[in-house]
């Protein structure tokens, strides 16, 4: 899922939420760039971090009014993850391509004045010691209790 570099970045989220066909949760956004200014985002909330979304989705919800600005209807956010791009072909077989961000942690500051941070950290494909083909798990765990 995070084959991409990962990264820290601020977004700003807005309450418009949906589920993809895999269960995965998005929240529409937007993002600063120096050389574009805002540009749209999608924060995707997909495996084991599903569950910590729904708090974050409370949060968003209810403090639109509280932090935007008139006109931005947005909650400031940050988000640790990788990029991933998604297209969607059109009718008359234009495509648009989507920025989405796949999040595996975030921080937002709650009503209550105290730092939230939820998800997970990101596990590295490489931090996994496979077992040898063929090798019997119980067995090795024996050989290095010994």
Same mark, same amino acid.
């Given at each position: 899922?995070?084959?991409?570099?990962?990264?820290?970045?601020?977004?700003?989220?807005?309450?418009? $939420?949906?589920?993809?066909?895999?269960?995965?949760?998005?929240? +529409?956004?937007?993002?600063?760039?120096?050389?574009?200014?805002?540009?749209?985002?999608?924060?995707?909330?997909?495996?084991?971090?599903?569950?910590?979304?729904?708090?974050?989705?409370?949060?968003?919800?209810?403090?639109?009014?509280?932090? +935007?600005?008139?006109?931005?209807?947005?909650?400031?956010?940050?988000?640790?993850?990788?990029?991933?791009?998604?297209?969607?072909?059109?009718?008359?077989?234009?495509?648009?391509?989507?920025?989405? $961000?796949?999040?595996?942690?975030?921080?937002?500051?709650?009503?209550?004045?105290?730092?939230?941070?939820?998800?997970?950290?990101?596990?590295?494909? +490489?931090?996994?010691?496979?077992?040898?083909?063929?090798?019997?798990?119980?067995?090795?765990?024996?050989?290095?209790?010994?």
């Amino acid at each position: 899922m995070f084959k991409n570099a990962v990264i820290s970045l601020p977004v700003w989220l807005m309450p418009r $939420f949906r589920r993809t066909q895999r269960g995965d949760v998005v929240i +529409s956004g937007h993002y600063r760039t120096e050389q574009d200014g805002m540009l749209p985002i999608e924060c995707v909330f997909a495996g084991r971090r599903i569950p910590y979304a729904q708090p974050l989705k409370d949060f968003v919800k209810h403090s639109v009014a509280r932090f +935007s600005t008139p006109g931005t209807h947005s909650v400031p956010i940050h988000v640790n993850g990788a990029w991933r791009y998604r297209f969607d072909l059109h009718d008359d077989g234009w495509q648009d391509r989507i920025r989405q $961000f796949m999040v595996a942690q975030w921080m937002y500051v709650g009503a209550n004045g105290k730092q939230q941070i939820l998800g997970e950290p990101v596990i590295r494909a +490489s931090a996994y010691r496979p077992s040898p083909a063929g090798a019997d798990p119980l067995q090795q765990a024996t050989e290095a209790q010994r």
